[in-house]
């Protein structure tokens, strides 16, 4: 099964591609710029007929420009560059058994940060042991 952690790692690692920092701070609390803040939102997760574990998270990236005056040109470029990133590369190695593929990305500059969201949707079959008793000899009686 794969970990809210490695996804959150994943996209860490397609990020770095960019060269700039991914905060793991709150932002509340300050932060370098340039840099990136990543949120997993709106998780669900449901069985799938006893057998697997449907999961579907938005996954957030806030953007923070190296400045917060005059930052709209920094912003459109960031936008191509995640494109790129997240779209012409489209797949995210969650694990050494999972990639996921990223289909869409939806972009908003909201108080001059760039927010970049986009949907995962997971289905993987539970790590179970099966140890029902298999039949082994079927004896059939005809009448007639």
Known sequence: M???TEIHKAIV??????GINTTSKDVSEGFDRPSFFISLD???????????LDRE???????????????RIEL???????NEIFLEDNLIRANEYVNIEIDELEFNIIDKVLHCYFDIRLCE?????????????????RKG
């Open 76 to 82: 459109l470029n960031m936008q191509d560059k995640l």
């Open 125 to 141: 079959n539970y790590d179970r042991v099966d140890d029902t008793p298999t039949m082994e000899e079927l004896q059939i009686e």
């Open 2 to 4: 794969v970990k809210y």
């Open 42 to 52: 709106n998780i669900k997760a449901s069985d799938f007929m006893r057998e697997a």
């Open 13 to 18: 690692n397609k990020l770095n591609k960019t």
């Open 57 to 71: 998270i938005t996954v957030r990236i806030y953007y923070f420009s190296t400045t917060v005056d005059n930052n």
